[in-house]
């Protein structure tokens, strides 16, 4: 039979692949009952976090060894979820919130002191990711759930997922079908966070030059070239006679695409460096507030070619 060294031995290895954390279960697994399980405790080798669950002494702090140990302490079918998955997925989240779990069974014994835990009617989508070794809803459930406790932070969340392209727009679309019904929390902030994402994509080529074609003919403004080729560059619109280019960005310019972003800075340097200002504005801003976008445009026309 091992020597309770070498058992000890074996937990510090199980917990060492899984964020310093060692279960109850694991430990039998390894050959510590329930005496050496609590002779650890006693002598500090372990540190109890919840009656099943506990840290290897001297183990690191982290969001993704609390969040394990949650899953673990509420049992079978748990899932890191709403703001702390969102954590988990890489969204920016404050330090002290407290752990979110999803817990799919009705049963009402695992309720791990300090943890949210969620008990949804709405079961679509729950099959867990490992994020960080972690049980994690995925990142369309994610994103409703976030909207069901923290609306104003859905924005955000959903562009970061986004630019990370672990979902696609077409992805989260189609969980917005999935789960649209009566009653159901995060549904709205979701579908409002993706229509305005929708808003600032980039009509056809076609409807950018008509709908710009119309916005100088309302307000008098001079003619331009659409797709000018500028020391180089293909621009959207240069103005007849000057030095000034107009931009229509859609929701790449906000850096969602990296290498484009970087090629978006360096083309606007070596305009600017030929003499050329650049005016930018969204296809949002153009149909929604096409007087302030004229204005803008007026303004730079009437400072830059005095």
Same mark, same amino acid.
């Given at each position: +039979?091992?020597?309770?060294?070498?058992?000890?031995?074996?937990?510090?290895?199980? =917990?060492? /692949?899984?964020?310093?954390?060692?279960?109850? #279960?694991?430990?039998?697994?390894?050959?510590?009952?329930?005496?050496?399980?609590?002779?650890?405790?006693?002598? !500090?080798?372990?540190?109890?976090?919840?009656?099943?669950?506990? $840290?290897?002494?001297?183990?690191?702090?982290?969001?993704?060894?609390?969040?394990?140990?949650? *899953?673990?302490?509420?049992?079978?079918?748990?899932?890191?979820?709403?703001?702390?998955?969102?954590?988990?997925?890489?969204?920016?989240?404050?330090?002290?919130?407290?752990?979110?779990?999803?817990?799919?069974?009705?049963?009402?014994?695992?309720?791990?002191? !300090?943890?949210?835990?969620? /008990?949804?009617?709405?079961?679509?989508?729950?099959?867990?990711?490992? &994020?960080?070794?972690?049980?994690?809803?995925?990142? +369309?459930? +994610?994103?409703?759930?976030?909207?069901?406790?923290?609306?104003?932070?859905? *924005?955000?969340?959903?562009?970061?997922?986004?630019?990370?392209?672990?979902?696609?727009?077409?992805?989260? &679309?189609?969980?917005?079908?999935?789960?649209? $019904?009566?009653?159901?929390?995060?549904? #709205?902030?979701?579908?409002?966070?993706?229509?305005?994402?929708?808003?600032? %994509?980039?009509?056809?080529?076609?409807?950018?030059?008509?709908? +710009? =074609?119309?916005?100088?003919?309302?307000?008098?403004?001079?003619?331009?070239?659409?797709? =000018?080729?500028? *020391? !180089?560059?293909?621009?959207?619109?240069?103005?007849?006679?000057?030095?000034?280019?107009? %931009?229509?960005?859609?929701?790449?310019?906000?850096?969602?695409?990296?290498?484009?972003?970087?090629?978006?800075?360096? &083309?606007?340097?070596?305009?600017?460096?030929? !003499?050329?200002?650049?005016?930018?504005?969204?296809?949002?801003?153009? #149909?929604?507030?096409? %007087?302030?976008?004229?204005?803008?445009? $007026? /303004?730079?026309?009437?400072?830059?070619? &005095?």
């Amino acid at each position: +039979m091992p020597s309770q060294d070498v058992r000890l031995e074996r937990l510090d290895s199980f =917990a060492q /692949r899984h964020h310093g954390l060692v279960s109850r #279960t694991a430990a039998a697994a390894n050959g510590v009952g329930r005496s050496s399980w609590y002779r650890a405790i006693e002598t !500090g080798h372990l540190e109890q976090l919840y009656p099943n669950v506990a $840290r290897l002494w001297g183990s690191q702090a982290t969001l993704a060894q609390r969040a394990l140990a949650a *899953v673990w302490a509420a049992g079978e079918g748990a899932m890191a979820s709403h703001r702390t998955s969102a954590a988990l997925w890489g969204i920016p989240r404050a330090d002290d919130e407290a752990i979110d779990i999803l817990l799919p069974s009705r049963r009402r014994d695992s309720r791990p002191a !300090g943890v949210i835990v969620h /008990r949804p009617r709405d079961l679509l989508d729950l099959r867990p990711i490992m &994020r960080q070794r972690v049980p994690t809803t995925n990142p +369309m459930r +994610m994103l409703l759930d976030l909207g069901a406790v923290d609306e104003a932070s859905v *924005v955000a969340a959903m562009n970061a997922v986004l630019a990370s392209k672990v979902a696609s727009p077409a992805a989260i &679309r189609g969980a917005l079908a999935r789960h649209a $019904r009566k009653g159901r929390n995060g549904v #709205t902030a979701l579908r409002a966070a993706l229509g305005a994402w929708l808003d600032e %994509e980039l009509p056809p080529d076609s409807e950018l030059e008509a709908r +710009m =074609a119309a916005l100088l003919g309302d307000f008098g403004l001079p003619p331009v070239q659409f797709h =000018a080729v500028v *020391v !180089g560059f293909e621009v959207d619109f240069l103005v007849v006679g000057t030095n000034i280019i107009l %931009e229509c960005d859609g929701w790449g310019s906000h850096g969602l695409d990296r290498d484009q972003f970087e090629f978006d800075r360096i &083309r606007n340097a070596d305009l600017a460096a030929a !003499g050329y200002v650049i005016v930018h504005f969204t296809w949002r801003r153009l #149909t929604n507030e096409p %007087e302030r976008v004229a204005g803008d445009i $007026r /303004r730079v026309i009437e400072r830059w070619t &005095r």
